[in-house]
């Protein structure tokens, strides 16, 4: 088993920053991809961006790209989240995943959730 716990959302003003952590425990060898998505009310869960535990490759969904930045310590099993240049539209539960292969875009891929973590912005 593998556990994932996020923190560090809050409520913020659009064009802030917020960096996003998740820390996993466990069977961390089942960790080879590490992919946050996020889900506003009404809406359906939605892939943000993944990366790599071994080689640090990363992916991100055209909405984030420029923006978002994702990355790993592997020293401490935790992956970040930077967000800059929030806007209203980023306002979601944040959710961080895990899966044993190579990462993948779709949420259905990943066995191991967090509990999540609430982002709003304010216009």
């Known amino acids: 088993q593998v556990q994932l716990v996020e923190s560090g959302g809050g409520l913020v003003q659009a064009g802030d920053s917020l960096r996003l952590s998740c820390a996993a425990s466990g069977r961390t060898v089942s960790t080879a991809a590490i992919a946050w998505f996020r889900q506003a009310p009404g809406k359906e869960r939605e892939f943000v961006t993944f990366i790599s535990w071994s080689t640090g490759n990363t992916v991100y969904a055209e909405s984030v790209k420029g923006r978002f930045t994702i990355s790993r310590d592997n020293a401490k099993n935790t992956v970040y989240l930077q967000m800059n240049t929030l806007k209203p539209e980023d306002t979601a539960i944040y959710y961080c995943?895990?899966?044993?292969?190579?990462?993948?875009?779709?949420?259905?891929?990943?066995?191991?959730w967090g509990q999540g973590t609430q982002v709003t912005v304010s216009s």
């Open positions: 995943a895990a899966r044993a292969y190579d990462g993948r875009a779709n949420w259905s891929a990943y066995p191991y």
